[in-house]
C-alpha cells in the first residue's frame, strides 16, 4: 500500500510542478510588454524562421497554431537521424521504436496515444506523411529518409486537414526539391561493427529554359550486428542490416501559373533483426529446456536482465523493398487561388525467417505430440512472415483568399488499400505429463489472410482574421471507410464494415506582441475501426479523441531567445484495446472497445543563442495518463470486469526530455569548427495494457526502466579544398553504453517473456564534399 501510496504522490507532484511551468508560459504575454522596452540592440544574429505546411500553406512555426515541432536538414544530419525510428529527439511527448524480430515496423507514440500491433489491419494513431501522401502500414515505415528538407511533428488530433487515424498527431517528412543550380553532394562514413555508409546526389540544374530541374540521389550503408551470433559470421549477427535506396526528383516551375512535382522512391533492406532474448521464464520451461544438452541438443542460454553480448539465436533474416511515386501538380487559379493536386502509389513487401525469440537455437527435448513420441527439435518460439501492401491515393486542394481577411482550404481525399499476410508460427508446450514427467507438445499455428481497406473525406478549413492581432480558424471534415477482411487460417471467414465519422476544429489566436503569439485550440479525431485476424471476434469499433489545448509561441531578445509552450487535455473514448495472448493457439492478440481515458499533460521547447557561437535547445514533455474505464474478460471466470485502476499505456513514456547544446568557433582551417552534444530521456516504459496475472504475468519483469542517451560530435565544416566544401565529423552515439530494453513480450501462458535491446555504443567518422 505505501508503494501505491509513494508512486501516487510522485505522478501528482510531478504533474504540479508541469503545469506550473506551462502556466507560466502563459503569462509571458504580459511578461513581454516589460521585457520590448529593455529589449537589447538588435544583432545580426538570431534564431532562424522555419516554414512549415503543417496547415497546408507555406506559414511561420511560430505563426502557426498548432503544437508543432520542426527540424531542419542541418539538424537532422547533425543529430544522424537517419530513419523514422529515430524521431524520438525531434519534439516532445514523442516516443519512437522498431517492433519486435522486425528492421520496418515502427512503434510512434504521441502524448501517450500509438499502436504497437504489427498486423496488418490494424491502424496507427499517428499519421506518417511523405510529401503529404500518407504511409498507410505502421509495419514498413521505418525506411531511409534520404534527402529531407524537414521534419514536422503535429501533436494532438488532426482530424480535420489530414483526417483518420490522427487521434494522437501527424508526422511529416518533407523531401528537398531539385536546385536551381548544377551540383553535387558527396558523403561517406565509417564507424565500428563495420559500419560504413556512401550518398551521393547530383542537382541537375533548369534544363536551358525549360523549367524544368531534376535531383538523383543513392545510399548505400551496412553495418555487422551488435550480439555476437557464435554460429555465423559479423555480417549475420543479431542488429546487422544492408540497405540500398535509390531517389529520383523531377519538378517543373517557369513562373507562371502551372508548377509541377514528381518523386520515385525505391529503398530494399537486407537485415537481420535485433536479437529478443530470454529475461524470465516459470520453472518447469527452465527445467525442460535445460536437458537440452543432455539429449543431444545445444547447451540451452538462460534467462538475463542484462543485454548479452553474446548467444546462439536462429539467425532471423528481414528483408523489406519500397517504392513509391508520388505526383504534385499545382495551377494558380487567380493571384489569391490556387488548386492542388496530391497523387500518391506506394507498394511494401516484406519477408521473416526464422523468427528467434528466445536467443536459443539448435534445442532438443522429449516430444509426445505430434506422435511418434521421442527426442525431437523444440523451440520456445518462432515464425515467418510473408506480407504485401500496395495503396494509392489521391487529394484535392483549393486554397485561397477572400479579401484581406479571409484565407481558406477546401478538398477532398480518396485513399484505397490492399495487403495480405502469412505468418506461420511453430513453438513448444511443455506439460508436465503423468508417467512421463515434462514433456513438449510441438504446435502450429498460422494467421492467413487478406485485407482491403478504402476512405473517401472531404473538407475544409477557413481563417477569419478580425484585426490584425486577433483571428479565428474552424475546420471540419466528414470520412467514409469500408474495410473487408478474407481469412483462411486460423478461422475460415469473410468480414465487412463500414464506418463514417464527422470530425471538427476550432482555434482562437491572439497576437499579443509581434513577437508572441497565444492560442487556444479544440480539436477532434477519429481512428477507424476495423478487424484483427488474430481474434475470435467479429471486429472493432471507432477510438475517437477531443483535444482542448492553450499554446503560446514567443521570442525574445532579438530572436535570441525560443519559447514555445503547450498545455493540453484529451479525453479518448472507445479505446481499441490490444491484448497480447500467448498459449496452445499460438501468439495472438485481442481488439475490444475496452473503454475511456484521458491525457493531461505539458510540452515545453526552448532554443537560445546566449551569445555568438553558442546555441542551446530544450524539449521537455510530461503526460498524465489514466484509464477512467478498462474492460476485459477475466480468463479464471469468464467475466468482463473493470481493470482501469491497473491499465497501463503500452510503449508509452509518460516523460520525455531532449537537451542539446553547440559551441562554433570560425575561421578554423578556413572552415568552422564545432562541438555538439545531445541527451535523450525516457521514462519508464510498460509493454503490456493489463499487468499482472492472469494477463501479463511478466509485465513487471520485462518493463523498460526509464534512461538517458548522450550522443557528441566534433566537426570541421565548409573547409574549401580544390573547389569543393568539404566538411569532416567525428561521432559517437550512446557514449555512456547504456544497456536499455526498446521492446518486450510476455508469452505468459507459454512461460516465459522476452525483451529486445537498443544499441549498444557506437562512433565513427564523416566525410562530405559539396561541388
Partial sequence: MQLVDSRTLFRARSMRSALLAAGAAMLLPAMAQAQDAAAPAASEGGLEDIVVTAQKRSESLQQTPLAISAVSADTIATRRITDASMLSSVAPNLSTTTGPSSKGHLIIQIRGI??????????????????GVIVGRSTGAVFELVDLERIEVLRGPQGTLYGRNTTGGAVNLITKKPADEFGMDVAGSYGNRGYWQGKASVDTGEFGDSGFKAKLSYLHKQADGYVDNLNVKDSRDPGAYNTDAVRAA??????????????????????????????????????????????????????????????????????????????????????????????????????????????????????????????KPVQLFGADNDRKQHQFSQELNLLGQIGDNLEYVAGAFYFREEARETNPQTYTF?????????????????????????????FGQATYNFTDDLSFTGGVRYTWDDKKLVQRAPFVRQLSRGFSKFNYAATLTWQAT??????????????????????????YDPETVTNYELGVKSEFFDRRLRFNGTLFYMDLKDKQLNQFVAGSGGAASQTINAGKADFKGVEVEVEALPFDGLRLNAAFGYVDRNFKELLAVDPADNIEKDYADI????????????????????????????????????????????????FSPYDADIAAPGYGLLDARIALADVAIGGTEATFTLWGKNLTDKVYRVSGIDFGSLGFAVNTYGEPRSYGVDARFKF
Avoid: C
Fill in 114 to 131: 500509438g499502436e504497437s500491433e504489427p498486423i496488418l489491419t490494424a491502424d496507427s494513431p499517428i499519421g506518417v506523411y511523405v510529401d
Fill in 514 to 539: 509581434p513577437d508572441i503569439m497565444t492560442y487556444a485550440r479544440i480539436a477532434t479525431g477519429y481512428k477507424a475501426g476495423g478487424f484483427n485476424p488474430r481474434a475470435v471476434n467479429d471486429g
Fill in 647 to 694: 491499465g497501463k499505456f503500452s510503449y508509452s513514456p509518460s516523460t520525455t526530455l531532449n537537451a542539446g547544446a553547440q559551441y562554433s568557433i570560425e575561421d578554423v582551417a578556413g572552415g568552422t569548427l564545432s562541438f555538439r552534444a545531445d541527451y535523450t530521456y525516457k521514462s519508464k516504459v510498460h509493454y503490456n495494457v493489463l499487468p499482472g496475472a492472469p
Fill in 250 to 375: 523531377l519538378a517543373f516551375d517557369r513562373g507562371g501559373v502551372f508548377r509541377f512535382d514528381y518523386t520515385f522512391d525505391w529503398a530494399e533492406t537486407k537485415a537481420v533483426a535485433a536479437m529478443a532474448q530470454l529475461t524470465v521464464a516459470r520453472q518447469d520451461v527452465l527445467d525442460y529446456f535445460s536437458r537440452s544438452a543432455a539429449v543431444g541438443g545445444t547447451a540451452f542460454i538462460p534467462p538475463s536482465t542484462e543485454r548479452r553480448s553474446e548467444a546462439r539465436p536462429d539467425v532471423t533474416a528481414t528483408y523489406d523493398r519500397t517504392i513509391s511515386h508520388v505526383a504534385t501538380a499545382e495551377v494558380d487559379f487567380s493571384d489569391s487561388t490556387t488548386f492542388r493536386s496530391i497523387t500518391g502509389f506506394r507498394e511494401w513487401k516484406n519477408t521473416i525467417a526464422n523468427t528467434d525469440l528466445d536467443n536459443n537455437s539448435g534445442l532438443m527435448g522429449l516430444v509426445v505430440s505430434p506422435a511418434p513420441a521421442g527426442i
Fill in 430 to 458: 511443455v506439460r508436465n505429463i503423468p508417467n512421463v514427467g515434462l514433456a513438449g507438445i510441438n504446435l502450429v499455428n498460422t494467421v492467413d489472410y487478406n485485407t482491403e481497406s478504402e476512405s473517401k473525406a472531404l
